[in-house]
C-alpha cells in the first residue's frame, strides 16, 4: 500500500511547495481541500484514485472459469426468456370466418401443433406454411419437418435446396455440385446444376 500511495503521489504531482502555495493538505499521501479543515485544523475528506478505491492491490486478472461464466452469462441475456413463452396456446380464429356447409370441417385437427402431424404434411405445403406464416411455430414446425426431408435454407437467397446428387467439390468452406431448389416466386422446384453452396449461408441451427 505505501508504493501504491507514493505512485498516486507522485502521479498527482503534489509537492510541499504547491501543498503551501494551494492550500491542499495530505492525509496518508493523498491531496485534500482546503475548504474541508475542520477546527482541530485536520483535513475531512481525501481525493482515491477510483481504481484505489475499487481495489487497492490493483486490477486483478480475470481466471478462464470467470470469463467462461461472464461469456455464458453475456449469451444467456441476449435470448431472455418472453412473458407469453409460459401463455397457454390460444385457441385457432380464423382471420377471415365464413360459413361453410356442416359436411365442412368446423374445428382445426387434433394434434395439428405437433411435428408428428408436420411430417404428415406434403412439401409442397410445407413451403406454404413457411412461407406464409412467418413468426408463427407453424412455420418453427414446417422448417423442421423440411431439414428432415433434406433440405437445407439458404440465408442469402433465403430458398430450400435439396441435394440432387453427391456434390463434385466438398471442402471446409462450400460444396459445389447440382442442386433442387423452391423457387418461392414462382412456387416450384428448380434444378441448378454447377452450384456452390457457401457454408457460411447455411442456416444450421439445431430445432429440436
Keep these: 500500500l505505501k508504493s501504491l500511495a507514493e505512485q498516486a503521489l507522485s502521479a498527482g504531482s503534489v509537492t510541499e511547495s504547491s501543498v503551501s502555495e494551494q ?94 402431424f408436420f411430417n404428415r404434411l ?8 413457411f412461407y406464409y406464416m412467418e413468426g408463427t411455430k407453424a412455420q418453427y414446425l414446417a422448417a423442421k419437418a423440411l431439414k428432415k426431408q433434406s433440405w437445407r435454407f439458404h440465408t442469402k437467397y433465403m430458398m430450400w435446396f435439396q ?13 459445389q455440385g447440382t442442386y433442387i431448389y423452391f423457387d418461392y416466386e414462382k412456387w416450384g422446384q428448380r434444378k441448378k446444376e454447377g452450384f456452390t453452396f457457401e457454408y457460411r449461408f447455411l442456416e444450421d441451427r439445431d430445432l429440436n
Aim: charged letters at 20%; a negative charge; proline letters at 15%.
Design 23 to 116: 492550500g491542499i493538505g495530505l492525509i496518508g499521501g493523498y491531496g485534500v481541500l482546503e475548504g474541508d479543515v475542520t477546527r482541530s485544523g485536520y483535513k475531512t475528506e481525501a481525493h482515491i484514485p477510483p481504481l484505489l478505491g475499487v481495489a487497492p492491490l490493483g486490477p486483478v486478472p480475470l481466471s478462464k472459469d470467470q470469463q467462461f461464466q461472464y461469456s455464458m452469462l453475456e449469451a444467456a441475456c441476449q435470448h431472455l426468456p418472453h412473458p407469453s413463452d409460459s401463455e397457454r396456446l390460444r385457441p385457432y380464429l380464423p382471420r377471415n370466418p365464413c360459413n361453410t356447409p356442416p359436411h365442412y370441417p368446423q374445428v382445426p385437427p387434433p394434434g395439428n401443433d405437433t411435428i408428428e
Design 122 to 129: 406434403s412439401t409442397e405445403t410445407l413451403f406454404f406454411v
Design 163 to 175: 441435394r440432387y446428387e453427391e456434390p463434385k467439390v466438398i471442402n471446409d468452406e462450400y460444396e
